[in-house]
């Protein structure tokens, strides 16, 4: 049984910035990539920031491409994503994931993550 617990979310006025966060409790599998994805009211989910196993490859949507930024601590099992500059339009549920048979992609595709935490909030007020 996979775990992914988020935290982080909260209030911040535009401009400003928060830093999600994301525990695993993966016991076997050490090798995965991690997603966050996020979704507003009354849209579809969708991808914000990717990492693969070792770090060495990222994606990001263009909307958050060069604000905000994924990492990930392997020996502890957590990744955080730092969301610089938050817009009115980055307001939404922010969910991690994780991806276990092909943890050398920084994969976009909601549909190839095998695990998703219950999210956490982020509203940023204008």
């Known amino acids: 049984q996979v775990q992914l617990v988020e935290s982080g979310g909260g209030l911040v006025q535009a401009g400003g910035s928060l830093r999600l966060s994301c525990a695993a409790s993966?016991?076997?599998?050490?090798?995965?990539?991690i997603g966050w994805f996020r979704q507003a009211p009354g849209k579809e989910r969708e991808f914000v920031a990717a990492?693969?196993?070792?770090?060495?490859?990222?994606a990001y949507s263009d909307s958050v491409k060069d604000r905000f930024t994924i990492s990930r601590e392997p020996a502890k099992n957590t990744m955080s994503l730092q969301m610089n500059s938050l817009k009115s339009a980055d307001t939404a549920v922010y969910y991690c994931?994780?991806?276990?048979?092909?943890?050398?992609?920084?994969?976009?595709?909601?549909?190839?993550?095998?695990?998703w935490g219950q999210g956490t909030q982020v509203t940023v007020s204008s």
């Open positions: 994931a994780v991806d276990i048979h092909q943890p050398w992609m920084a994969d976009v595709s909601a549909e190839n993550y095998d695990y």
């Open positions: 993966l016991r076997t599998q050490r090798t995965y990539t």
């Open positions: 990492i693969n196993w070792n770090g060495g490859k990222t």
